[in-house]
């Protein structure tokens, strides 16, 4: 399992530069006017993972296939979106669909770059296209809520559900502030939060498009988008669209000399995924042998058998045990042979809660 990214914002803050880079290729065309991107591109990356790299030099893998990474470039917002404006409904359909919201705020200035309000201020854009998000859940729960809590007064045990946990979200967005502040108190109302897909419950990670010169430190506009970020639980990081477009098409060699004069450490992407995944809650485990060496993703906390439903739905129906090595153990042991030897190599049943790094093999039978 991968996750898939919307890349929203408002036009003319890098997006569709943004995705191009990230997955190198030029699906989006990136031009300066509003609504260049209509139909949502969507592209796939793989996951960069030394693990990876490292578990099939040991294993003397004939491929290596990294988990992916599903990034949708959304049409740009203007304010109105949640009432059709411009490509609003579309928009806001095309949000529903994603799992986390990567949104792209302009934190350069560029008189040669029109910006929509005429001026740069990542804050007021980013309000401006949460504003629309919100109008259009409360909209919604506005119809839901009083129905729900009818039914529920009438003992109607399932809409008592809908009416606790949609009902916070809709006191949350009376007061301005976005569903993703629910608490769920259970397993039930969690599934119920869930189905009702709502906008402001998309995890958000904030993604600052700076220029070369603020690459490695950033600025002042990208210092006030991280304060926000860090009250509301968010996450942050920065990019600069401009030097990502430059790394493609570099050989590895190249692109870690040009970091490394940007004064950079890693791309933009790697950012972007490493942050994804603790917003999402992500974690990686691996299945290794001479054919190949691939990566796969599954939500922490992930048991054994839903691990291994990731690969195929057969695993998951006749599982029986997973043999698994940590990735610790697997490197420093030189494979699977010298973990078995050194009794490394565990046989975990269904109730295994899968790490990150495990190395697995299922044994199933269906």
Avoid at 236 to 250: D, K
Avoid at 290 to 308: D, F, H, I, L, N
Avoid at 332 to 347: M, P, S, T
């Amino acid at each position: 399992m991968g996750f898939r990214c919307g890349i929203v914002g408002l036009p003319n803050v890098g997006k569709s530069t943004l995705f191009n880079a990230l997955t190198e290729t030029q699906a989006a065309q990136a031009a300066n006017y509003p609504f260049c991107t209509i139909e949502p591109n969507v592209g796939n990356v793989g996951v960069p993972d030394d693990r990876l790299d490292k578990l099939a030099g040991i294993a003397s893998s004939a491929k290596i296939i990294p988990t992916q990474l599903g990034f949708v470039d959304i049409a740009g917002l203007v304010r109105g979106a949640s009432k059709g404006e411009g490509l609003g409904n579309q928009f806001l359909g095309n949000i529903r669909e994603v799992d986390a919201v990567v949104h792209v705020l302009r934190c350069f200035v560029n008189d040669d770059i029109q910006h929509v309000d005429n001026h740069v201020d990542p804050i007021s854009d980013a309000e401006t296209v949460e504003t629309e998000l919100m109008l259009s859940d409360l909209e919604s729960l506005e119809k839901r809520v009083p129905a729900a809590q009818k039914k529920a007064a009438q003992g109607d045990k399932e809409a008592k559900i809908v009416a606790a946990v949609l009902g916070q979200a809709l006191d949350l967005l009376r007061e301005g502030k976005p569903a993703r502040l629910v608490k769920p108190k259970d397993e039930e109302e969690e599934r119920v939060f869930l189905a009702a897909q709502l906008l402001t419950a998309k995890p958000v990670l904030y993604v600052c498009n700076v220029d070369e010169d603020a690459a490695a430190e950033g600025n002042a506009f990208s210092a006030k988008v991280f304060a926000k970020a860090k009250a509301e639980g968010a996450q942050a990081v920065i990019v600069s669209a401009a030097i990502e477009s430059e790394l493609v098409g570099m050989e590895a060699d190249e692109r870690l000399v040009f970091l490394e004069e940007m004064g950079l450490h890693e791309t933009g992407l790697a950012r972007v995924i490493r942050s994804g995944y603790e917003l999402l809650h992500l974690i990686t485990f691996f299945t290794v042998g001479p054919k190949e060496a691939r990566a796969w993703t599954v939500p922490k906390g992930s048991k054994a058998p839903q691990a291994a439903g990731a690969i195929h739905s057969d695993f998951e129906r006749g599982f029986i045990r997973a043999e698994t090595i940590a990735y610790d153990d697997y490197i420093a042991l030189g494979g699977e042979a010298g973990a078995k030897e050194a009794g490394k190599l565990r046989q975990e049943g269904k109730e295994y809660v899968v790490q990150d790094g495990d190395v697995l093999h299922f044994r199933f039978n269906v």
